[in-house]
């Protein structure tokens, strides 16, 4: 049974920065393409970010510049670097391969003074 396990969010000032985990079990991760996603309240899930099983990137535009992701195929896990954070970067943060897998609980990142 696949799992997704995202860790790392909190409370964090305008500026600041965050280090996201997504952690699988029950699946080779190394074998998808992974997306991280967001949602804001009141708002549509979005997607923030993508890597490719061969670590190509992409990156939604109200990101780019800011947000790094990254993988280690050893530890099946995905990792989502978040820098010079905006309020509105504000969200429940998930991962996923489209939605593929069930989805994770996900993980709140608060950017507030």
């Known amino acids: 049974q696949v799992q997704l396990a995202e860790s790392g969010g909190g409370l964090v000032q305008p500026g600041g920065s965050l280090r996201l985990s997504c952690a699988a079990s029950?699946?080779?991760?190394?074998?998808?393409?992974i997306t991280w996603y967001r949602q804001a309240p009141g708002k549509q899930r979005e997607w923030v970010a993508f890597?490719?099983?061969?670590?190509?990137?992409n990156y939604a535009d109200s990101v780019k510049g800011r947000f790094t992701i990254s993988r280690d195929n050893a530890k099946n896990t995905v990792y989502l670097q978040m820098n010079s954070l905006k309020p509105e970067d504000t969200a429940v943060y998930y991962c996923?391969?489209?939605?593929?897998?069930?989805w994770g609980p996900g993980t709140q990142v608060t950017v507030s003074s």
């Open positions: 029950g699946v080779m991760f190394n074998l998808y393409a």
């Open positions: 996923n391969s489209g939605s593929r897998f069930p």
């Open positions: 890597i490719s099983t061969t670590g190509s990137t």
